[in-house]
């Protein structure tokens, strides 16, 4: 009955090769997550999908690209990687915080995290 | 730009002595405020939230949060600690909006050290 969860746990490999790091949650939500936690414990977000939609990018660099076959899944494909790609990967998900219109707006939710892929870059 | 400060690097607590972990917060407006925990090796655990309403907010295995607008913080306590407690706290901010996302600005943490 996993909510949120990401494979592989850990991820090694050489600079320069492209690695892909998969997420799924059986939550029903419709908004994604995927955020880098660095050697330093700070997590920073690094993309937002809601129900496939791309609507948070932060300033990473475009080796990074995610996709979303469908609002279950976000997947993170990593090419050229580098040294200081090394870090853990959290996949999260929740329910939208607005929707236009009314409705759900002004609420917040929470976000559920999986349980992180640790990706060593030799 | 929201953002959050926890001042403490670590905070050490003996078992049975109240916790607190200390969070203040910069956002323009109202804000949306969480609690999450994580311990080794693990995901972020979401532990509770202030949306609106009472200030004082109840969450998972007994610990609560105070929100205080003035004072803009949102201090995370527990009356009685528990070894099982040591962990990794990250107060997380958002601010009030009808349209937009659910980008959270999230603190650096703090470890809670708690002592047999």
């Known amino acids: 009955d996993t909510a949120v969860s990401q494979t592989p746990k850990y991820l090694v490999t050489q600079m320069g090769n492209d690695k892909s790091i998969k997420c799924e949650q059986n939550l029903g939500h419709d908004t994604m997550y995927w955020y880098k936690q660095d050697s330093k414990k700070f997590l920073k977000i690094m993309f937002s999908y809601n129900n496939k939609e791309l609507i948070i990018n932060e300033t990473v660099p475009n080796r990074f690209s995610p996709k979303s076959p469908d609002k279950a899944h976000l997947n993170l494909h990593i090419n050229s990687l580098e040294l200081g790609d090394s870090a853990v990967y959290f996949c999260?998900?929740?329910?939208?915080?607005?929707?236009?219109?009314?409705?759900?707006?002004?609420?917040?939710?929470?976000?559920?995290f999986g349980p992180g892929t640790r990706l060593t870059v030799t | 730009a929201q953002s959050v400060a926890q001042p403490e690097d670590q905070v050490n607590v003996a078992e049975g002595n109240p916790l607190t972990v200390k969070c203040t917060y910069s956002v323009s407006g109202n804000p949306y405020l969480f609690w999450y925990v994580q311990y080794p090796n693990r995901g972020l655990q979401f532990l509770l939230k202030y949306i609106t309403g009472d200030n004082l907010v109840k969450g998972s295995y007994g610990f609560e949060a105070e929100f205080n607008k003035s004072q803009t913080s949102f201090h995370l306590k527990k009356p009685s600690a528990l070894v099982s407690d040591s962990a990794l706290y990250f107060c997380a901010v958002r601010p009030f909006s009808f349209y937009g996302n659910n980008r959270l600005a999230f603190g650096k943490g703090n470890q809670v050290v708690v002592i047999p």
């Open positions: 999260a998900s929740s329910q939208p915080s607005t929707q236009k219109g009314g409705g759900l707006a002004n609420r917040s939710y929470e976000q559920y």
